[in-house]
C-alpha cells in the first residue's frame, strides 16, 4: 500500500529559445500561455510550491499575468536540470526537499502522475525517480526517438538507451515484426523527481561519455553511481510539443476542450 503523496515541490522549467519552435513557452493554448497550462497541472498534482523558472522576461510576465509564481533563471543552462538546480539555490531548499521536473511542453501531463512520481522517490530511497510505461509496437522499440530503459530487480534504472533494449537476439533474427511475448520492454516518460542533495551535486559532475553518445543526460547520474528508481505506469501520457505540428495538434485540442 502506498504512503499519502510526501510534500514536494513542482518547478517547470520554460527556455524561451527554441529551434522548431521560437517562443514556445508562450504558445497559446486556449486563451493561455503553454507555461500557464502546464503549472496548472502541477498546481493540481497537490504539490506545496510551484515555480516557473525561465531565461526570459516575457515568459515572467505571462507567468506573473496568470497568477504563478516564477523565477527569472541564467540564459546559459545547458539543461532543464540545471535551471532547478539554480531553483534550489535561489529558494534556499533543504537537501532533503523533493522537487518534481514538470516539462515546459507537457500542458496534458496528468497531475497525478506528477504525484505519483514524487511518491515513487520517496518510498524508494532513490536519487531521482522518474516513469516508465509498457512497449507492445514494434515500431515504437526500434524508434531512435522513443528512449528506453531496463531495470533491476529493485525498479532501478540500469542504463536507458535510444536502441531497442532489452534486444531479444534469436526473435528478431527471425522477424523484426512483433515483440516476443514477456519481453520487458519500457518506454521512457520524461518526468523527474529530484532530491534537492541531487540537484547540488549535478552541476559538479563531470559529463559522461555514454550521455554524449546516446545524448541523453540522466545517463551521467548513473555513471556516477546515483539511483534512478523507475515506476511504471499503465497510463501513457500525451505527446508534449516539440514541433509546429505539434502546436497545431495542441491548439486545435484546446479549442475543443476548453
Known sequence: MSLPNPKFKAVVPARYASTRLPAKPLLDLGGKPMVARVAE???RSGAEEVWVATDHTDV????????????LT??????GTDRLAEVVEQRGWSDDTIVVNVQGDEPLIDPELIAQTARQLAESGADIATV???IDNPADFFAPNVVKVVCKANGDAMYFSRAPIPFARDHFAKQKDSLPPGLPAYRHIGLYAYRASFL?????????????VEALEQLRALWHGYRISVVVSDHLPMPGVDTP???ARMQEWFSRNS
Open 74 to 79: 541564467r540564459a546559459d543552462h545547458p539543461t
Open 200 to 212: 547540488r551535486a549535478y552541476a559538479k559532475l563531470a559529463p559522461s561519455p555514454v550521455e554524449s
Open 245 to 247: 505540428e505539434d502546436a
Open 132 to 134: 516508465a510505461h509498457p
Open 41 to 43: 497541472c502541477a498546481v
Open 60 to 71: 515572467v510576465s505571462a507567468a506573473q499575468k496568470h497568477g504563478l509564481c516564477v523565477l
